[in-house]
């Protein structure tokens, strides 16, 4: 069709409907996001706060969600305040760099990754941000089915990856051997191992499966990106734990709070650290609300934020992205924990996109003096949300820019991101370096 053409017809068009220019042009790659995943009732979601600040009175959580909750306005959380004294985030990057056959006739070849993991913690003294070096953490990981290898008339190529991961030269990398499930098993698998540093067992997948799955690339390079997750969830709860050990209580007077800030959701595994930090999640995969509840988040107000509500979930994985189960939700654990929640918005309301500028946020119950009770909830832990809400607007200037997701994202986790970008290995350095490896002919 001719350029002019189309620009008549839809200048035409526009010309006689309601419309809004797009403020974030979204590329084709983006198009096509998840699914968003309604919690089932195993979560037990409940909304906990009843007391309207707007009428200083002792209500039902379904007229809370009428009632405006704004969070800069110091009479909203007076004599509350927060302060937030480290944030932290994790990154990784993961490169393909060599094909290697996996057997002696033939053209298949299974791809050799290097991955880049990093958890990064910003602290913070008076208006001061620095790195703190003593607590972040950057480690490599080398990615190839080794057991596949082996298994596959490659024995020698297999047995050359073992003496490297033995030499002394190599214990500073992590070899990943990405012929094993993501998954850790709970089924008693004979042939499941360890894989330190992650918890759990892992089985390895069966030689037919690899074989079939191995025809789409794509499928490899998911699988290795999952496994760069797990460990990258491993390095993040060390650091975590560590920061967890110099972190004292969060208030000493029950009105100042100290807090660190995590980029992403709290998990059962931190409850050690979750009493003192608050997480931030930019990803709305999952509706925890019912959509007649889901449309008021939508229809915040810049500054405001939602009610609190609880939920009960699985404590495998993490959110945005599952290691595990990224086409739905994960399956059930045994493992529970429960977290307090609730959406806040740092931006303007934009008709385009809805979602522009709202975060959700995640404390642990013990953080506010009922313990996420709705019977015992009172006007104390109403304030002390809206003081978590306000430090979080104020974190929002300077914005990200030019980074896509400078709506939501504050600050602080920007310069984690960057940081710990600038510290890692271009793509197109990895590639192209001389590794110096035999190239193995095929026969």
Same mark, same amino acid.
């Given at each position: ?96 760099? /060599? ?21 990064? &913690? ?135 709070? /100290? ?9 059962? &595994? ?73 959406? &806040? ?59 896509? /997701? ?24 990895? /590639? ?12």
């Amino acid at each position: 069709m001719n350029l002019a053409v189309m620009q008549s017809v839809l200048r035409d068009l526009f010309g006689r409907i309601p419309s809004h220019p797009t403020s974030m042009p979204e590329p084709e790659e983006r198009l096509s996001r998840p699914k968003q995943y309604p919690v089932t009732n195993t979560w037990n979601v409940e909304t906990v706060e009843t007391f309207a600040l707007e009428e200083n009175r002792k209500t039902e959580p379904e007229h809370v969600w009428k009632t405006k909750l704004p969070c800069v306005d110091p009479d909203s959380w007076a004599p509350y305040s927060v302060q937030f004294t480290h944030f932290l985030d994790g990154t990784q990057r993961t490169s393909s760099i /060599r094909e290697i056959p996996w057997q002696k006739q033939g053209y298949g070849t299974v791809p050799f990754f290097v991955a880049q993991i990093s958890c990064i &913690v910003l602290q913070r003294d008076a208006r001061r941000l620095s790195v703190s070096t003593e607590l972040s953490s950057f480690r490599v990981l080398l990615e190839v089915p080794i057991r596949f290898l082996a298994r596959n008339a490659q024995k020698d190529v297999a047995s050359a990856f073992k003496e490297l991961k033995a030499h002394d030269s190599y214990r500073e990398f992590l070899w990943v051997d990405t012929s094993f499930r993501t998954q850790a098993n709970t089924d008693d698998d004979p042939e499941a191992i360890p894989v330190p540093p992650l918890d759990g067992k892992y089985t390895p997948i069966p030689d037919a499966e690899f074989r079939q799955e191995a025809a789409d690339p794509n499928w490899l390079s998911s699988l290795s990106r999952k496994w760069t997750m797990k460990y990258r969830d491993a390095l993040e709860q060390a650091v975590f734990d560590k920061l967890s050990d110099q972190l004292g209580k969060p208030t000493t007077d029950g009105k100042h709070f /100290r807090l660190a800030v995590r980029d992403g959701t709290l998990t059962s &595994v931190r409850g050690k650290f979750a009493q003192t930090a608050i997480g931030l999640s930019k990803s709305f995969n999952t509706r925890y609300l019912e959509p007649h509840l889901q449309t008021r988040v939508l229809a915040l107000l810049m500054w405001h934020r939602t009610p609190v509500f609880k939920f009960t979930r699985d404590a495998r994985g993490t959110e945005p992205d599952e290691a595990e189960f990224e086409d739905g939700p994960p399956p059930k654990s045994p493992q529970k924990h429960t977290r307090l929640s609730w959406y &806040v918005r740092i931006r303007q309301i934009e008709r385009t996109i809805p979602f522009l500028g709202i975060l959700r946020v995640e404390i642990h119950p013990s953080l506010l003096p009922s313990g996420g009770s709705a019977d015992r909830w009172g006007e104390a832990d109403s304030r002390i949300v809206s003081a978590i809400s306000a430090a979080i607007v104020e974190e929002a200037n300077p914005t990200s820019h030019p980074d896509p /997701r400078w709506h939501n994202l504050i600050y602080p986790i920007s310069l984690c991101e960057r940081y710990a970008r600038a510290r890692m290995i271009r793509h197109d350095t990895i /590639r192209y370096m001389n590794w110096g490896q035999r190239k193995v002919p095929y026969v």
